[in-house]
Nanobody
Framework: QVQLVESGGGLVQAGDSLRLSCVAS????????MAWFRQAPGKEREFVAA????????YGSDSLKGRFTISRDNAKNTVTLQMNTLQVEDTAVYYC????????????????WGQGIQVTVSS
């Protein structure tokens, strides 16, 4: 079992930056692909970015490339999401997720989830 806890969310203004962190416990992260998803009110959960466990190769949503960056530190069992130039449309609950093996984009393919953290961007 892997437990994931997100932190770093909050209320910011459009154009600001925010860094989300996800700390894992229970098992070492170095065998898991990690990802961030988000879910806005009334919308489906959306893939944001993912990062491999071994070579740290990252893959991100085309619509968010250039603004959002995922990284990981296996020694600290931590995954981060750096979000720059935030927009009102980025308002959502952000979730950290983990799965053994390679990265994928469908949310249903991830086995472990954090409880989510709110990010609100005001205009």
């Amino acid at each position: 079992q892997v437990q994931l806890v997100e932190s770093g969310g909050g209320l910011v203004q459009a154009g600001d930056s925010l860094r989300l962190s996800c700390v894992a416990s229970g098992r070492a992260l170095n065998v898991y692909a990690m990802a961030w998803f988000r879910q806005a009110p009334g919308k489906e959960r959306e893939f944001v970015a993912a990062i491999r466990s071994n070579d740290f190769s990252a893959y991100g949503s085309d619509s968010l490339k250039g603004r959002f960056t995922i990284s990981r530190d296996n020694a600290k069992n931590t995954v981060t999401l750096q979000m720059n130039t935030l927009q009102v449309e980025d308002t959502a609950v952000y979730y950290c997720a983990a799965r053994p093996g390679s990265i994928t984009t469908p949310s249903g393919s991830y086995d472990y989830w954090g409880q989510g953290i709110q990010v609100t961007v005001s205009s």
